[in-house]
């Protein structure tokens, strides 16, 4: 079955740190480029960012509030995707989800509290 | 960064009626390979969201055929022929010509 699915998540202090892992499993995963996307309670769609499929160089690409702060890596050899999530803030809290980068294949989402 | 935006931003529409959406990007959503990556979601509340329309009007497996998405540039649109009831929740539309940038998402809800 085609499919992504999340794992990690739940709720950590401001300044502490998270990994959320991605499971993907159907497709070759080696070469397809994988994004995070995050959804604030209540608001819209927020890209956070990419990492490129092997053969083109799995190059990462993130947004500007999450630059510096996330690394978005991939283990091929375990068809598995990660976002490190470090000085976390209260305006991280969300729900996580990763994707295709073209969206047409995503997960079902984890949530992130960053909270005192 | 590409600021992508989305009107309206509410949309209440009679059943059986169509209904219309538009996105607009800050710069042209040509890619380097000449192709425009503009998709459109919709998502439910507390689902996952689901792609609908790809590179503009490309209808994705499954979709019903009243979903049609048209535009070129900077100038989209996504149109449902004939609303129906499971057709409620909030459209998104996403460019991934230059990084990835959502608009702020459409809420269609039946009158």
């Known amino acids: 079955e085609v499919q992504l699915v999340e794992s990690g998540g739940g709720l950590v202090k401001p300044g502490e740190s998270l990994r959320l892992s991605c499971a993907a499993s159907g497709f070759t995963f080696k070469e397809a480029w994988m994004s995070w996307v995050r959804q604030a309670p209540g608001k819209g769609l927020e890209w956070v960012g990419l990492i490129a499929g092997n053969s083109s160089g799995g190059t990462t690409d993130y947004a500007a509030p999450v630059k510096g702060r996330f690394t978005i890596s991939r283990d091929d050899s375990q068809n598995t995707l990660s976002l490190q999530m470090n000085s976390l803030k209260s305006e991280d809290t969300a729900v996580y989800y990763c994707?295709?980068?073209?969206?047409?294949?995503w997960g079902q989402g984890k949530l992130v509290t960053v909270s005192s | 960064d590409v600021v992508v935006t989305q009107s309206p931003l509410s949309l209440p529409v009679t059943l059986g009626q169509p209904a219309s959406i538009s996105c607009r990007s800050s710069?042209?959503?040509?890619?380097?390979?000449?192709?425009?990556?503009l998709n459109w979601f919709h998502q439910r509340p507390g689902r996952s969201p689901r792609r609908l329309i790809n590179k503009v009007s490309n209808r994705d497996s499954g979709v019903p055929d009243r979903f049609s998405g048209s535009g070129s540039g900077t100038d989209f649109t996504l149109k449902i022929s004939r609303v129906e009831a499971e057709d409620v929740g909030t459209y998104y539309c996403m460019q991934s010509s230059h990084s990835s940038s959502f608009g702020q998402g459409t809420k269609l809800e039946i009158k």
């Open positions: 710069q042209s959503l040509v890619s380097s390979d000449g192709n425009t990556y």
């Open positions: 994707l295709t980068t073209g969206g047409g294949l």
